[in-house]
């Protein structure tokens, strides 16, 4: 049927009419599928909130218990700082008891005592020297076993600024070390707070539904509403929040962790109590969602084989055309949508097909035509550097030597000239080279040399005629040719499917930045670069004749040597230029 004929009898039986009409049979289920989401989003929100919520009680709570260290802290260094009141009354050890010690006393008690103004969370404030002296604030009297107990040794003994508790009589200090009289007399402050005072702050009402733990920086448990303590199975989890098992029941955690005092609260709510409404709520859903997607899914089965049966052939046709057949034409007479693609989709391919023939040819006229430039480069320009050469000797010498050079260029020019063929030998290529650098040592008057490295099987082996005669140039003419010694290592050897050619020269180098512009101009084709014509018609021959897996690469190193490396085809020879050609 010819293609307007289908566009008109398109309406009925287009995909858009049989989409429409699967959507009205999965609207229940897709009712069933929204309660369901209803309810996940609903118990998300529960817990987001009560996170949040919790969170923000935590930290208020967190505020209130900071404010009150924060204040003794300053309070105690206030006591530190008031170097001009307390050193001169600070009694001196075995000083008998006389009115004026006693006034001294009295005088650091009512230094202190002015600090417990309105501070109901602080109990007492004491001043103790090395000595055992203790000026105190408050009027409860310090025995000296009261100074023995474990957590007084621990405070007097503290080096810093420190939190010290005292689990089994509730005892909650703050305590620093101070020095008085020029820093000779050692004494440490300490301020008793209030236990029940400072930690009520963690019984306010939204924290009094849940489970919660105060922890020290040290990890010693400080408060709890409850007895047992969870210990690491909370305060050591990545996470700050989650589920856990605590007392054979499922817990949700909150981990806060104080960013001024660096102590850890955390708060457990079981799940039962945190989704007790969700609970119900759930079961009903999930019969509900059962039902509607059983029904669903049946539905959706037939009703996508029925119309994905065309699309699944069309599919087919398109993995072939992806595989590389584009001799696939698709046979699909439907009066929709997919018809006019199948149509569609037949003459893309026709059109396809008829431009792949054209770009083959224009490729191999293009490589055909590139080839023949590059190599068509590379002679002249040898041949003008050898004139050059010759010129050069003879203007500044005037020697009768000047014959052997003669002699080695008509050699190098008749084998070059004469020697039509695309391909040489590894042997070939080195006849040229060594004629080559016969000229060059008599223009530059030294004794360069060239290391030959050849795996023996590899001397009949075929490369592009002056394949390896540029690299050598450039390695004299860039890299020894200031060199006494100069020398140039060709290695050639097989690896795994490729062949390795290596030029080395030991002469002055490049700089980095000079090498990595060359291999930029060298990767976009640049051959106004580095050399018009050198190492990238090299690397470019190499990759027209052979693909683009096979070239080139350069490394060097300032002041020591430059190596320019080049990858072949193991076969090489005239069969895999053809094949490339062909």
Known sequence: MKKKERKKTLGVHSIQTKILAVCLIIAIGTTSVSLMISYFAEISTIKETTEKYMEQYIAYADQDFNNMLGE??????????????????????????????????????????????????????????????????????????????????????????EIQYDDSDRKLIL?????????????????????????????????????????????????????????????????????????GNKQYYIRYESAASRMIMVS????KVLLKDAADLRNKFILIGIGSAAAAVLMSIYLSQRICANIKKLASGMEAVRSGDLSVRMKI???????????????????????MEEVKLKEKRKREAEQEVLASQIEPHFLYNTIDS??????????????EVAKSLSELLRSVLSNHNDLITLWEEREYIENYMNIERFKYRKPFSVLWDVEEELWVYSVPK????????????????????GVIHIKIYKQLNEVICKVMDNGKGMKEET?????????????????????????????????????????????????????????????DVRSINS
Not at 101 to 111: D, L, N, T
Not at 552 to 563: P, Q, V
Request: include cysteine.
């Open 390 to 403: 010759i010129q050069y000797v003879s203007h500044m010498r005037g020697e009768t030597e000047i014959e």
């Open 333 to 355: 007479n439907v009066l929709d949508e997919i018809g006019e693609l199948t149509d569609t989709f037949n003459m893309t391919m026709d059109r396809i097909e008829h431009l």
């Open 268 to 271: 457990m709510i079981p799940q």
């Open 72 to 161: 003794s802290k300053k309070i105690m260094l206030s006591i530190a700082m008031a170097q001009e009141l307390i050193s001169p009354n600070l009694v001196a050890p075995g000083q008998e008891a006389a009115y004026e010690s006693f006034q001294k006393k009295k005088q650091i008690k009512s230094f202190l005592a002015g600090f417990l103004s309105q501070k109901d969370y602080i109990e007492d404030i004491l001043l103790i020297t090395k000595d055992g002296e203790v000026y105190q604030a408050g009027s409860e009297f310090i025995a000296e076993k009261d100074l023995e107990s474990p957590v007084m040794k621990k405070a007097r003994s503290a080096k810093v600024l």
């Open 466 to 485: 002056l394949l390896l005669q540029p690299i050598v140039e450039n390695a004299l003419i860039h890299g020894i040719a200031e060199k006494e010694n």
């Open 175 to 247: 305590c620093r070390p101070a020095f008085y009289q020029n820093n000779h007399v050692e004494a440490t402050i300490i301020v008793k707070l209030n236990y029940e005072y400072i930690t009520s702050v963690y019984q306010s009402e939204p924290l009094q539904s849940v489970v919660v733990y105060l922890y020290l920086p040290d990890g010693q448990l400080l408060y709890t509403n409850r007895e047992q303590d969870p210990g690491e199975i909370i305060t050591k989890r990545e996470s700050s929040t989650g589920y856990v098992e605590w007392n």
């Open 515 to 575: 090498v990595h512009k060359l291999r930029e101009e060298i990767e976009e084709k640049n051959k106004s670069g580095f050399r018009r014509i050198g190492i990238a018609n090299v690397f470019n021959r190499i990759q027209l004749l052979y693909g683009e897996p096979y070239g080139g690469t350069i490394s060097s190193c300032e002041g020591m040597f430059t190596c320019v490396e080049l990858h072949l085809p193991l076969r090489g020879g005239e069969e």
